[in-house]
């Protein structure tokens, strides 16, 4: 049984790591529910509609001299960019990262969120949606 440390854990884009993150997690694929149930049944039916990629969150210490990384993300939000080389990984060398065969996916950062507190350093979060599926490298 294979287990994961966080500590080797890292988010990049490309081959950029993204400075100061801590944390990154995934809400993953979900699947709609068709009812297929008919007039007079006692129990529910259903069928298996559309999948959806999910979304992404990761968060860490702010560093606005990360330009490769925070202000790439950041200008990607304002932008609306399409990003297929964002990169979560799990150890030194797989990750998850958007699926680039047919269909083709991409992560867009639909939010970020900047947060200072007079006990804390100045924390930055990002949020995701996946448009398509992710892959395991």
């Given at each position: 049984?294979?287990?994961?440390?966080?500590?080797?854990?890292?988010?990049?884009?490309?081959?950029?790591?993204?400075?100061?993150?801590?944390?990154?997690?995934?809400?993953?694929?979900?699947?709609?529910?068709i009812?297929?149930?008919?007039f007079?049944?006692?129990?529910?039916?259903?069928?298996?509609g559309?999948?959806?990629?999910?979304?992404?969150?990761?968060?860490?210490?702010?560093?606005?001299?990360?330009?490769?990384?925070?202000?790439?993300?950041?200008?990607?939000?304002?932008?609306?960019?399409?990003?297929?080389?964002?990169?979560?990984?799990?150890?030194?060398?797989?990750?998850?990262?958007?699926?680039l065969?047919?269909?083709?996916?991409?992560?867009?950062?639909?939010?970020?969120?900047?947060?200072?507190?007079?006990?804390?350093?100045?924390?930055?979060?990002?949020?995701?949606?996946?448009?398509?599926?992710?892959?395991?490298?």
């Open positions: 049984m294979a287990t994961y440390s966080g500590r080797y854990a890292t988010v990049k884009v490309g081959t950029n790591t993204v400075v100061g993150m801590g944390t990154w997690s995934m809400d993953g694929v979900t699947l709609d529910e009812d297929t149930t008919a007079g049944s006692t129990w529910k039916t259903f069928e298996a559309m999948s959806d990629g999910g979304q992404v969150s990761f968060d860490g210490y702010y560093d606005v001299s990360d330009t490769n990384g925070q202000a790439l993300l950041i200008s990607a939000n304002n932008n609306g960019t399409h990003l297929t080389s964002l990169r979560f990984y799990i150890d030194n060398t797989s990750y998850y990262s958007a699926e065969t047919t269909p083709a996916s991409f992560i867009m950062i639909t939010n970020y969120t900047l947060t200072h507190s007079k006990d804390d350093i100045a924390r930055i979060s990002f949020t995701g949606k996946v448009s398509g599926k992710l892959r395991i490298d």
